[in-house]
């Protein structure tokens, strides 16, 4: 199971892009890319994953490297809203996969 | 439409007292998890079935015991709680166990006195 690094902490503007850096050099081929995050007191909300190709959703993009070790998590308009701990987590196939999270990015959006 | 419900949401209870959180999901998925969230925000992963079937036991005390009456539910049993049992335990689900997302419950803030 891959081990994910975040830093611990970043900032960003409103209305400026975020992007949140993952890097997760021991992932192995068939493990995705997840990232959620968590708004406090509430539960994780899932934001998108991917495998090899970048992908874009309502919500964000994320860009996966070509040799899949790091990955970025783009919010393209930050909002106050998304003031969060964004968690980049992989997963692999298979019952015995064990889901682990780290300690994932405190983001803070300011007006 | 609460996706994945929890019950209670808030638990404040003496050491030593056994209680139960119940997970409820209405995705329809197959495979449902239990974690822990400490005060220093690790979430870790406790427990997963499959089909009823449990397929994730990560080293927790024989104190937790989770059931699975049925695909859509996983009630998390604790027995002679102690003081670091105090987290948040969060209930999740998905379809499978590789590509698709879980989907989180809004979690049950236990307090041990």
């Known amino acids: 199971d891959a081990k994910t690094t975040q830093p611990p902490s970043m900032d960003c503007a409103e209305g400026r892009a975020a992007n949140l850096p993952c890097n997760h050099s021991?992932?192995?081929?068939?493990?995705?890319v997840y990232w959620y995050r968590q708004i406090h007191s509430q539960g994780p909300q899932y934001i998108i994953h991917?495998?090899?190709n970048n992908e874009t959703n309502e919500m964000a993009s994320l860009i996966i490297t070509e040799d899949r070790k790091s990955s970025t998590l783009i919010l393209p308009h930050a909002t106050l809203r998304d003031t969060a701990v964004y968690y980049c987590?992989?997963?692999?196939?298979?019952?015995?996969?064990?889901?682990?999270f780290g300690r994932g990015t405190s983001l803070i959006v300011h007006p | 439409d609460t996706a994945v419900s929890q019950t209670p949401k808030y638990l404040v209870t003496q050491m030593g007292n056994d209680k139960s959180i119940k997970c409820e999901q209405n995705?329809?998925?197959?495979?449902m998890y239990w974690y822990k969230q400490d005060s220093k925000k690790f979430l870790k992963i406790m427990f997963s079935?499959?089909?009823?079937?449990?397929?994730i036991n990560e080293t927790v005390p024989n104190r937790f015991s989770p059931k699975s009456p049925d695909k859509a539910h996983l009630n998390l049993h604790i027995n002679s709680l102690e003081l670091g049992d105090s987290a948040v335990y969060f209930c999740?689900?998905?379809?499978?166990?590789?590509?698709?997302?879980?989907?989180f419950g809004d979690g049950t803030r236990l307090s041990i006195l």
């Open positions: 999740a689900s998905s379809q499978g166990t590789a590509n698709q997302p879980q989907h």
């Open positions: 021991t992932i192995s081929g068939n493990e995705y």
């Open positions: 991917g495998l090899k």
């Open positions: 987590t992989s997963r692999g196939s298979g019952g015995s996969y064990i889901p682990t």
């Open positions: 995705l329809g998925h197959d495979t």
């Open positions: 079935y499959n089909n009823k079937e449990l397929i």
